[in-house]
């Protein structure tokens, strides 16, 4: 009976304690990521990117239904915060069950856990993670559950369960191994029956994909799919765009740098659990060794099976996006490794009380050891304190939806824009969707441009657009594209494309397309990029001027390569004061890119300000050691600037030496 007090004392202290702050500080906007698209195709009834996540999109589909109050966004956020708290409390179960009934070790395991960085963030955010760890811990519950139990019941449950995870994320696939061979070790538990029973409850749980069979789906501006056929169905739960089980079709498929990916996960396990976690997870790991092989083997071929799908996977880890992206992913292996972390608590409380015992009599060994236990409090309160900065001043952030508020400030009326990369477009599709912000604009996702069912989709949402005929060469499609509407709209794009009837002309975040022969004087251009630049948000106005979390700084980026355009145009033309404001502030907000340098460097030579120059050459150095394009620019400076020919001539040799075998790309004025 005290026990059980206790079990329901450490349920209800997770509940509310996890519980209040996860809701507390649940985001009011969208972060990052797929965010967007995710909330867009709620609302709009139609299908997010593959593989659709038919169960995740219905609930949103309910939640934006029922819910009063609140952006689209912080209602579906509950999708992130609800499950994590379920997850927590049957986290706890697990760790009740495989202790033998303790409850402060569980309990202390269960917070750290819930306050680890990725764990947290996600679930606060909209993503579709937080559910996809309930659904893998509750494969783990049921199916302890049932080794210890031999009820049938949890076989049940978990066949349901899986089906349920099918229909959500591809991912989970990585944590069974370890739990069918704890079935397969248990073997003689199962009859025929059963078996039967199992595969019907695995295939109603299935029944989510209902949702993407919709006739009406293909009506949204938001379907990912298009026509219900068998091949798109396939396509779009397969991620056969993408390439399964694999971060983009853009991968590198190098070992090595596969092998990068392995180790970036552990150097995340160690930042995030720190050394004190380190430590219990190698301890748990001998505990469990010893005393409970059957579950040391499956938690080790969990982990060492989605190690291997982060090794398949392919992350490219460069730029604070990717990174991100990457830092999502690695919330299962936290899961599993807060196994061994329980078990390593546990050793360790074992080992006190054997050496207490020795050194002290039992009344006082007791008291010892009771304070010693007491201090294992630090570890999650650590976490905690870590964190919580970083998580809670997301929750009043905007940061990303005022990116999509400037870019679409950055069009006139009843303009063409053709937009791309997750950040720019996710952000700017929540605000358009969602918020119903510009319907006059004709927002073009060129990553589904030239696929027949995105056309379609064209022509019911903006039917005064001319939609050239459909070929297999996407390029020439967009190019048609642009010169049969270029004369009824004002064509805009997030990037600048090559074309020989026309340019490119910055826009402030955008890009404005003429014709050669249309192109407006150099002063209205540069006073509409002024303007437009006057008005927009600072983007460190909000989180990011205390903590860069990884996805949302993507944002920086954005406004810091525009500001570089600008500048660059502007350097071109004529206005160098102007481009050193944008070029600086380019710098300032992304200090790690060196082209804002390169092309500062330049501005700097022509207005013969050699040591400026020089200063923005070393910092770009600094970013890039062994760029030719450093030496290449020393040499430039030293020859024109400083009209120092023996310096000229030496750095033109080592950028010689450097660039041999190499093509350089320099933005020259």
Not at 17 to 25: E, Q, V
Not at 328 to 338: D, N, T
Not at 512 to 536: A, T
Not at 561 to 587: C, H, I, P, V
Request: hydrophobic share 45%; with cysteine.
């Amino acid at each position: 009976m005290v026990k059980e007090k206790r079990y329901f004392l450490g349920l209800l202290s997770i509940f509310f304690i996890c519980g209040s702050l996860y809701l507390y500080y649940q985001l009011k906007t969208i972060y990052g990521g797929d965010a967007g698209d995710l909330v867009s195709a709620i609302v709009t009834a139609g299908i997010p990117h593959p593989p659709g996540y038919p169960l995740y999109t219905s609930l949103g589909i309910l939640i934006l239904k029922f819910v009063t109050g609140g952006t689209a966004a912080w209602k579906v956020g509950f999708l992130s915060s609800i499950p994590s708290l379920i997850s927590l409390l049957f986290l706890f179960d697990i760790f009740y069950i495989l202790t033998g009934g303790s409850v402060f070790i569980p309990l202390l395991s269960v917070f750290s856990y819930a306050f680890l960085y990725p764990v947290w963030l996600y679930s606060e955010v909209v993503e579709v993670f937080a559910l996809n760890n309930l659904f893998i811990i509750l494969l783990f519950w049921a199916a302890l559950r049932f080794t210890k139990e031999k009820r049938s019941k949890y076989i049940y449950l978990f066949s349901f369960f899986l089906g349920l995870s099918f229909t959500h994320h591809q991912i989970i696939i990585f944590v069974l191994p370890g739990l069918l061979w704890l079935f397969w070790k248990n073997k003689r538990l199962f009859r025929k029956t059963l078996l039967i029973k199992s595969i019907f409850l695995f295939i109603a749980g299935l029944l989510p994909y209902i949702y993407i069979l919709l006739p009406s789906l293909s009506y949204s501006p938001l379907n990912w799919q298009g026509q219900v056929t068998p091949s798109n169905v396939v396509a779009l739960v397969s991620r056969a765009g993408y390439g399964t089980f694999k971060v983009g079709s853009f991968v590198m498929m190098e070992p090595a740098l596969r092998a990068l990916d392995v180790w970036a996960a552990f150097n995340f396990v160690f930042n995030d659990f720190r050394v004190l976690g380190i430590i219990l997870i190698l301890a748990g790991s001998f505990y469990l060794f010893r005393k409970k092989r059957d579950v040391f083997f499956m938690l080790l071929f969990s982990t060492v099976s989605y190690l291997f799908f982060i090794f398949y996977a392919s992350f490219p880890l460069v730029g604070n996006f990717l990174v991100g992206t990457f830092e999502r992913f690695v919330q299962p292996l936290y899961i599993l490794l807060s196994f061994f972390t329980v078990f390593g608590l546990l050793q360790l409380y074992l080992f006190m009380k054997v050496l207490l015992a020795r050194l002290f009599s039992s009344a006082k060994s007791n008291t010892v050891l009771s304070l010693f236990v007491l201090m294992f409090i630090i570890y999650p309160v650590g976490i905690f304190l870590i964190n919580y900065p970083k998580i809670t001043i997301l929750r009043d952030d905007f940061t990303a939806e005022n990116l999509a508020y400037d870019i679409l400030s950055s069009l006139p009326k009843n303009s063409v824009f053709v937009i791309s990369t997750d950040t720019p477009l996710f952000n700017t599709q929540y605000v358009y969707y969602t918020q119903k912000i510009r319907p006059d604009v004709k927002l073009i996702h060129l990553g589904k441009f030239g696929t027949p069912y995105y056309f379609d989709q064209l022509k019911r949402s903006y039917p005064d657009l001319t939609l050239p005929q459909n070929s297999d060469d996407t390029v020439f499609l967009f190019k048609s594209f642009v010169k049969d509407n270029y004369g009824k709209f004002p064509v805009f794009s997030k990037l600048a494309f090559g074309n020989t009837e026309g340019v490119w002309i910055p826009w402030g975040l955008v890009f404005r397309y003429y014709e050669k022969g249309d192109v407006p004087q150099k002063e209205f251009i540069h006073k509409e990029n002024e303007k437009l630049w006057s008005i927009y948000h600072d983007p460190l106005s909000g989180s990011l001027s205390h903590f860069q979390n990884l996805l949302l700084s993507d944002n920086l980026s954005i406004y810091s390569t525009a500001r570089q355009e600008t500048g660059f145009w502007e350097a071109k033309n004529g206005y160098s004061g102007d481009a050193e404001k944008n070029l600086l502030r380019a710098e300032s907000l992304n200090p790690g890119d060196s082209d804002s340098y390169t092309i500062l460097t330049q501005v700097y030579i022509e207005k013969k300000r050699c040591q400026d120059a020089k200063k923005q050459i070393e910092a770009a150095e600094k970013i890039s050691p062994d760029s030719p394009t450093v030496y290449f620019l020393m040499s430039i400076n030293y020859a024109v600037c400083f009209q120092d020919k023996g310096k000229a001539e030496f750095y033109r040799k080592l950028y010689d030496e450097k660039s041999r075998g190499k093509q350089v790309e320099l933005k020259q004025l």
